[in-house]
């Protein structure tokens, strides 16, 4: 199935609109409630077991020992009601957000079977979901993206719009650093008419690190399996044989990205 640049960027457009809707409406802030009775409302920049640094919404910074803290609660922006209190027992916990949202690049080798030797490859992609699913904590969310290879036996890019639901894990409840593991499945729709896209699956494994209380950064190893049709030449007895088929593009490399 072939896609056009008009509208994959339609596809972008309306998938940063929904994040950023929905990350708008889930916006919260956080209150620090001290023993002595003050409070402090705005967002929690840096938490650990030992102190908590609180930013202020008139820009203020304010450090507390986490044994002078009563309670951390989270409030809506948008709403009055306070939520999610939690106690002094899982104070030194990093404040969860329910949604978030994913930008990373790829970059390593591709091979078409039947098609184009080993090749340089790069991907950009975008997700957006929840940080928690079932309770547990596990990135669950749609994207979409853009790979490109570059063939060195035709000289030309191969282009694929990969759209698929994401899975990823990480635990940094506890830790500021984890490891993570994520798992992408789809369709990859393509935008050369020498080719037609297939069903992918991309697993990828590495480290994540939160750096501020929004911003988290990950990276790890790859490998990616995907399924396409096109023009295939194939070694047999005689010589080789060009026909068209379906076969499999098989790539691996380096991942990094950010999510906040």
């Known amino acids: 199935m072939k896609i056009t640049l008009q509208q994959f960027a339609l596809i972008l457009i309306l998938l940063f609109f929904f994040a950023f809707n929905a990350y708008a409406q889930e916006t919260r802030l956080d209150k620090v409630v001290l023993k002595t009775g003050e409070s402090y409302v705005g967002e929690i920049v840096v938490q ?20 002078s803290v009563r309670s951390i609660e989270k409030k809506s922006a948008n709403a009055t009601e306070l939520s999610v209190n939690d106690s002094l027992n899982t104070a030194n916990q990093l ?17 078409g079977i039947f098609s184009y030797p080993w090749s340089p490859a790069g991907e950009v992609s975008m997700s957006f979901g929840t940080k ?13 993206g853009y790979k490109v290879t570059s ?11 990969p759209v698929f639901i994401r899975m990823q894990s990480f635990n940094l409840k506890k830790y ?15 935008t050369n008419s020498k080719y037609g896209g297939g069903t992918f699956a991309k697993l990828s494994a590495g480290i994540i690190h939160k750096m501020t209380y929004k911003l988290t950064a990950f990276g ?32 691996f490399g380096l991942k990094v990205g950010v999510q906040f």
């Open 95 to 111: 404040p969860p957000e329910i949604f978030c949202l994913m930008i990373d690049l790829s970059g390593g080798l591709s091979k």
């Open 176 to 190: 500021r650093t984890a490891p993570y593991l994520s798992l992408d499945a789809g369709y990859a729709f393509s």
């Open 220 to 251: 790890g190893l790859y490998v990616r399996t995907q399924g396409f049709s096109g023009k295939l030449t194939q070694p047999v007895d005689a010589g080789e044989v060009t026909y068209v088929g379906n076969s499999s593009i098989n790539d």
């Open 132 to 144: 928690e699913l079932l309770g547990k904590t596990i990135f669950a969310g749609l994207g979409v």
């Open 48 to 67: 650990t077991p030992e102190i908590i640094l609180i930013k202020t919404k008139d820009g203020g910074r304010f450090q507390f020992p986490l044994t």
């Open 151 to 161: 063939t060195k036996s035709t000289s030309e890019m191969t282009g694929f719009i």
